[in-house]
């Protein structure tokens, strides 16, 4: 299978710790996105990288969020000293990159519940 | 007011109707527009995006865009219990930029 995926599928921490999530984007894709998708809502862009260099970040991310793409390849997001408002589904994307190619392919998404 | 509004839910039909699904936006700069179905607790998986106004056809989904009024549609043919899910719609600008959704669309297809 070549989907993006993601690790952890759940997590469960108290309030105050740091989490830390991974995506694998879809093979000799060159952009990698991360969105926040509350209950009842759509998703909501948070970053994006195009290989290594990340060249958007939301307002929604704040000083305690940090995204990192080593080599290009895989990408994690850190939440640190993490809030109940932190709880939802964190989704990655990734898309290709070539001219015109504006596809996003989501992962399954990590939950978080804070507690 | 959100750059793009998406018609509330839940939407209840019977296996075989036609199902029309609807966003609106205010944002002249999006240039694509995208359709995503959404199982529940599931990712996203892409149906059907479109750059330019009119219809756009892939089996039983057709995607409507009209840039003049700023309305988008998505038609589900001959829906299915399968089809129950929620369905996003979601905008864009630049060359794979980030996107923007509308808050979702539950639809439950009973047989």
């Known amino acids: 299978d070549t989907g993006v995926s993601q690790d952890p599928r759940h997590k469960i921490t108290k309030r105050g710790q740091n989490v830390t999530f991974r995506c694998d984007p879809i093979?000799?894709?060159?952009?990698l996105y991360w969105y926040r998708q509350t209950l009842g809502q759509g998703p909501e862009f948070l970053t994006y990288?195009?290989?290594?260099?990340?060249?958007?970040k939301s307002r929604l991310l704040s000083d305690r969020f940090s995204a990192e793409r080593p080599k290009g390849s895989f990408s994690t997001l850190e939440i640190q000293r993490t809030e109940q408002g932190d709880s939802a589904m964190y989704l990655c994307?990734?898309?290709?990159?070539?001219?015109?190619?504006?596809?996003?392919?989501f992962g399954p998404g990590t939950r978080l519940t804070v507690t | 007011q959100k750059e793009v509004e998406q018609d509330p839910g839940p939407l209840s039909v019977p296996e075989g109707a036609i199902v029309s699904l609807n966003c609106t936006y205010s944002?002249?700069?999006?240039?694509?527009f995208m359709w995503y179905r959404q199982y529940s607790r599931k990712g996203p998986e892409l149906l059907m995006y479109?750059?330019?106004?009119g219809n756009k056809e892939d089996g039983r989904f057709t995607a409507q865009v009209d840039k003049s009024s700023k309305y988008i549609s998505l038609f589900i043919r001959d829906s299915q219990p399968s089809d129950s899910a929620t369905y996003l719609c979601?905008?864009?600008?630049?060359?794979?930029?980030?996107?923007?959704f509308g808050s979702g669309t539950q639809l439950t297809v009973l047989p």
């Open positions: 994307a990734s898309s290709q990159g070539l001219a015109g190619e504006v596809e996003q392919y």
């Open positions: 093979s000799e894709h060159n952009r």
């Open positions: 990288f195009q290989n290594e260099a990340q060249l958007e």
């Open positions: 944002n002249s700069a999006f240039q694509y």
């Open positions: 479109t750059y330019s106004s």
């Open positions: 979601a905008m864009g600008r630049g060359s794979a930029r980030q996107l923007t």
